[in-house]
């Protein structure tokens, strides 16, 4: 069955640290650009971040508010992307879905999609 | 960094409704717009990729269309299946998304 299945979620104080993990199942992951989008309480999607494919680079992107905090990594021999959190502020409390990025010339989206982990930053 | 806006944020509408959404993006991103729909404790699925071409398995009520800043989803016949919020996100550079547009009973 092809799937995401995302882990690692909880509650942690401000300033703390988290890892998160996305286990992938039945695709080839070592080709797929793997992201991050997270969806704070009540409110829309946020894309957090990406890793593409080591074919491809293997490169990082983040978006503004976690650039310098948060750092994404894949180990394609365990099938497994992760999204270690540091110095974490009450606004990165979310539910946090990793996602498939298909990418062409003129084609890139998000199709395959994990069920979510909820973080919770608080005192 | 590239700005989505949509609308309406909100709207009622009853089965078999045509429905229409509009979103725009702060500049041009060609047809890099996707479409998205999402429902209560669930994870966001994929309805239309580059502006119009419909995701394998998703009914052919949806459509898209558009092309440069601005497009639109229709939902031809409203299906109460379909009462979800929907999200557009351009892919054009660093991904963002629109803030949602919920589509309730009306």
């Given at each position: 069955e092809v799937q995401l299945v995302e882990s690692g979620g909880g509650l942690v104080k401000p300033g703390g640290s988290l890892r998160l993990s996305c286990a992938a199942s039945g695709f080839t992951f070592s080709n797929a650009w793997m992201s991050w989008v997270r969806q704070a309480p009540g409110k829309g999607l946020e894309w957090v971040g990406r890793i593409k494919s080591k074919t491809d680079g293997g490169t990082t992107d983040y978006a503004a508010p976690v650039k310098g905090r948060f750092t994404i990594s894949r180990d394609d021999s365990k099938n497994t992307l992760y999204l270690q959190m540091n110095s974490?502020?009450?606004?990165?409390?979310a539910v946090y879905y990793c996602t498939t990025e298909y990418d062409s010339s003129d084609e890139r989206y998000f199709d395959l999609w994990g069920r979510g982990t909820l973080v919770t930053v608080s005192s | 960094d590239i700005q989505m806006t949509q609308s309406p944020s909100s709207l009622s509408a009853s089965v078999g409704d045509r429905v229409t959404i509009t979103c725009r993006a702060s500049?041009?991103?060609?047809?890099y717009l996707n479409w998205y729909q999402q429902k209560p404790g669930k994870a966001p699925k994929l309805l239309i990729?580059?502006?119009?071409s419909l995701q394998s398995g998703?009914?052919?009520?949806f459509s898209g269309s558009g092309s440069g800043t601005d497009f639109t989803l229709t939902i031809s016949s409203l299906q109460p299946e379909d009462f979800a919020t929907y999200y557009c996100q351009q892919s054009y550079s660093t991904p963002s998304f629109g803030p949602g547009t919920k589509v309730d009973i009306k």
């Amino acid at each position: 069955e092809v799937q995401l299945v995302e882990s690692g979620g909880g509650l942690v104080k401000p300033g703390g640290s988290l890892r998160l993990s996305c286990a992938a199942s039945g695709f080839t992951f070592s080709n797929a650009w793997m992201s991050w989008v997270r969806q704070a309480p009540g409110k829309g999607l946020e894309w957090v971040g990406r890793i593409k494919s080591k074919t491809d680079g293997g490169t990082t992107d983040y978006a503004a508010p976690v650039k310098g905090r948060f750092t994404i990594s894949r180990d394609d021999s365990k099938n497994t992307l992760y999204l270690q959190m540091n110095s974490l502020k009450t606004e990165d409390t979310a539910v946090y879905y990793c996602t498939t990025e298909y990418d062409s010339s003129d084609e890139r989206y998000f199709d395959l999609w994990g069920r979510g982990t909820l973080v919770t930053v608080s005192s | 960094d590239i700005q989505m806006t949509q609308s309406p944020s909100s709207l009622s509408a009853s089965v078999g409704d045509r429905v229409t959404i509009t979103c725009r993006a702060s500049q041009s991103i060609s047809s890099y717009l996707n479409w998205y729909q999402q429902k209560p404790g669930k994870a966001p699925k994929l309805l239309i990729y580059a502006a119009s071409s419909l995701q394998s398995g998703v009914p052919s009520r949806f459509s898209g269309s558009g092309s440069g800043t601005d497009f639109t989803l229709t939902i031809s016949s409203l299906q109460p299946e379909d009462f979800a919020t929907y999200y557009c996100q351009q892919s054009y550079s660093t991904p963002s998304f629109g803030p949602g547009t919920k589509v309730d009973i009306k």
